[in-house]
């Protein structure tokens, strides 16, 4: 990058704040009190992002008089929850793409319940009225380079040959910029139903109003420490007591699991985003966007952007970064030198916006397993169920996990659970050095590849053939 780009791209960023913008919300609400002493439930539930609060909602909603406790070990949405760009999607499988190339025999029915997945969230926000920006858009799938056009075309061909193209659009150059105008959009796919914008935090905070309101016991500043067989049941310990109780689903995801055998499964890879001031009259009519829908680019090392309630863009992506050691730590949600990239980016796609500044900046990680879509199981002989491995996509999965665990928990059999997806694992992420190397690798083919029109390398077909991969 030029001195002179480089100034110019980050005046832009002189007055951020390195904070959410989600979470900067004066209305915000208070923390409920941490747990001191003993309790006892009938379902614990261990998380107080989407996955446990879902749970925690539908438990109650499946058996009114189910006694349920949640602990969270900082606040209602202040990771992952509070911090993704808000698109809820009906993919259960991380996109539809890696969902047939895994399970092609049953996709058709994960698209299915995928969609009534979305329709029962969307449903859950209008009947407990929260306030979380609902907004059933869709998203654009945009390619930027000529390469990404031909794949685009390929893939929309299949599709519509398989009878998968249902609800989805494709976009030439002058449509896809007719719907948002951009000099680097060459074509896109535009899935009109299967995604909705959303305040992510402020559906976090309403979940927990609801689930308060059904009666669920919620701690908060709460941490589980230790999970251990008791009698029939269960007992977690936090730093001021402990929980009693007869089943427990854990809800952590990115965070380090109670149960030791399922941490190989996951790694940690942080993700960053900006925000921008409102836009102007002007500003907004110099890029169009009526429609609202949210967006991604198709290379590797993608971007994900949308507008806001108030009219603010949001663009994040690109960079995905993995720290030796699978550790989350507080100080990498700040990464300067990425807010900076991201910002050249920005103005490359929106040359119209140059002058505009970015109000804030944060970061935050993702539970990436190696096959990017959740994976479920039971331990302890069916007392304990757990859900992880989002990738990036848990706004609207989770709920489905939510649903998954208390199925096992109640040792029920399913549409979910006799699903191949749910009764299989991806491949664990080999000790360090090894996984650090392996992800360091793949980052660079992927970049490699983004470069010279989409050639992936023998590193890249290799994981291919395994069946692995690693993306931001």
């Known amino acids: 990058m030029a001195p002179s780009a480089m100034t110019r791209w980050t005046r832009s960023l002189r007055e951020v704040r390195p904070v959410p913008y989600w979470l900067d919300d004066p209305g915000r609400p208070r923390p409920e009190p941490a747990l001191s002493g003993a309790d006892t439930c009938d379902l614990l539930v261990v998380g107080g992002g989407y996955s446990g609060l879902w749970t925690a909602l539908i438990a109650k909603e499946r058996d009114p008089g189910t006694d349920v406790v949640l602990v969270e070990g900082r606040e209602t949405a202040w990771a992952a929850s509070g911090r993704n760009g808000g ?9 539809l793409a890696n969902g047939l190339a895994r399970w092609p025999r049953e996709i058709r029915r994960l698209q299915d319940l995928g969609a009534r997945n979305l329709d029962a969230i969307e449903a859950t926000v209008a009947r407990h009225r929260i306030d979380c920006d609902f907004e059933r858009t869709g998203e654009i799938d945009v390619a930027t380079e000529p390469y990404q056009v031909w794949e685009m075309e390929e893939w929309y061909a299949r599709l519509r040959a ?82 009693r109780a007869r089943r427990v689903a854990l809800a952590t995801n990115v965070f380090p699991s109670l149960v030791r055998r399922i941490r190989p499964y996951t790694v940690p890879v942080y993700d960053y985003a900006l925000m921008t001031e409102p836009l102007t009259d002007e500003q907004r009519a110099s890029v169009g966007w009526r429609n609202r829908q949210g967006l991604g680019d198709s290379a590797n090392r993608f971007h994900y952007f949308r507008l806001t309630a108030d009219h603010r863009i949001l663009w994040g992506g690109y960079d995905a970064v993995h720290h ?24 490359t796609c929106f040359p119209q ?120």
């Open 162 to 243: 398989q009878g998968l193209a249902d609800g989805i659009d494709f976009l030439d150059r002058d449509a896809v910029r007719a719907q948002v105008a951009s000099p680097t959009f060459e074509a896109g796919l535009w899935d009109r139903r299967g995604v909705a914008m959303l305040h992510p935090a402020k559906l976090a905070w309403g979940l927990k109003r609801v689930c308060l309101g059904l009666g669920v016991r919620i701690y908060e500043h709460t941490p589980a420490l230790t999970l251990q067989p008791y009698g029939a049941g269960m007992r977690v310990h936090t730093p001021y007591g402990q929980v």
């Open 87 to 95: 698109f809820c999607a009906a993919s259960l499988t991380h996109g």
């Open 324 to 347: 030796y050691g699978r550790r989350v730590r507080a100080e990498w949600d700040d990464r300067p030198e990425t807010w900076a990239r991201l910002a050249e980016h920005f103005f």
């Open 353 to 472: 916006l140059e002058g505009i500044r970015f109000t804030h900046a944060w970061g935050g990680a993702i539970d990436t397993c190696s096959r990017f879509s959740p994976f479920f199981g039971t331990a302890h002989r069916g007392k304990v169920a757990y859900a992880a491995g989002y990738t990036g996509l848990g706004v609207g999965a989770s709920r489905f996990g939510a649903e998954v665990m208390l199925d096992l928990l109640a040792g029920r059999r399913t549409e979910r659970t006799d699903l191949r997806m749910v009764r299989t694992k991806p491949l664990p992420f080999p000790p360090e050095p090894f996984a650090w190397t392996g992800i360091a690798l793949t980052k660079w083919s992927l970049a490699r590849a983004d470069a010279h029109g989409g050639r992936r390398n023998l590193w890249l077909r290799t994981m291919d053939r395994l069946g692995l991969g690693f993306d931001s």
